[in-house]
């Protein structure tokens, strides 16, 4: 099994949908979540910063961490067409050394908003 | 501005020859890392510093070297690049190794 797993897409929906994006793990140590957007031919930008379990909202973003399940969720409210990237979830642990101890990345998932 | 610069942006290269990737920032960040992403593998770590003189390895060290003489600057070198090696490169620093990353805009390497 894959330490971060993230469905690539790609995702398409209307303008002013709900969009949801997931990503499971698989290491409990991991205790950062975060999500990045990135632009074609663009570097990632940090969207979304999360500690632990628990939600985080950030204008038209959410963020959920459900450690238990360890699956985490970024919901975008009222997607624009500026929306439009592929969204990275990323995750590392708090001590160092072993797998959780650089930042991992899920694969991505593309994301499309039609006007 | 606050930002990563990276240089070049686009390099297209031969294999054996010798090459390196700058990579600079302005935010006094201790944290320094390189990544490469390849399509249906994501971004993977190469090598990243915790500070000056503070290196270590990522997830696909091979074939890459790194150095860290000034806070500021974090080179990757490429000693005898290979066709395995063309990949989009992308330099982070950040606070921390786990606070939030700062991406530069991506150098796009082909080695033929």
């Known amino acids: 099994q894959k330490e971060v797993e993230q469905d690539p897409g790609p995702l398409s929906v209307p303008e002013g949908a709900i969009v949801s994006l997931n990503c499971t793990y698989s290491?409990?140590?991991?205790?950062?979540f975060m999500w990045y957007r990135q632009y074609s031919r663009k570097g990632p930008e940090l969207l979304m910063y999360?500690?632990?379990?628990g939600n985080k909202e950030d204008g038209r973003f959410t963020a959920q961490v459900d450690k238990s399940s360890k699956y985490i969720s970024l919901f975008i409210r009222d997607s624009q067409p500026s929306d439009s990237a592929t969204y990275l979830c990323a995750m590392i642990g708090r001590d160092y050394g072993g797998s959780q101890g650089n930042l991992i990345f899920g694969k991505g998932t593309k994301l499309s908003v039609k006007p | 501005e606050a930002q990563v610069t990276q240089n070049p942006r686009y390099l297209i290269t031969v294999t054996g020859k010798k090459l390196t990737v700058t990579c600079s920032q302005n935010?006094?960040?201790?944290?320094m890392s390189w990544y490469r992403q390849d399509p249906g593998l994501g971004l993977r770590q190469i090598y990243y510093s915790m500070n000056v003189e503070v290196t270590d390895k990522g997830d696909v060290p091979e074939g890459y070297k790194v150095s860290r003489k000034e806070k500021r600057n974090f080179p990757l070198i490429l000693e005898s690049p290979s066709p395995n090696q063309t990949s989009l490169y992308f330099c982070?620093?950040?606070?921390?190794?786990?606070?939030?990353?700062?991406f530069g805009p991506g150098t796009r390497l082909t080695v033929t």
């Open positions: 290491n409990s140590a991991f205790q950062y």
């Open positions: 999360t500690y632990s379990s």
């Open positions: 935010m006094n960040h201790e944290y």
């Open positions: 982070a620093s950040s606070l921390g190794r786990n606070r939030e990353q700062y």
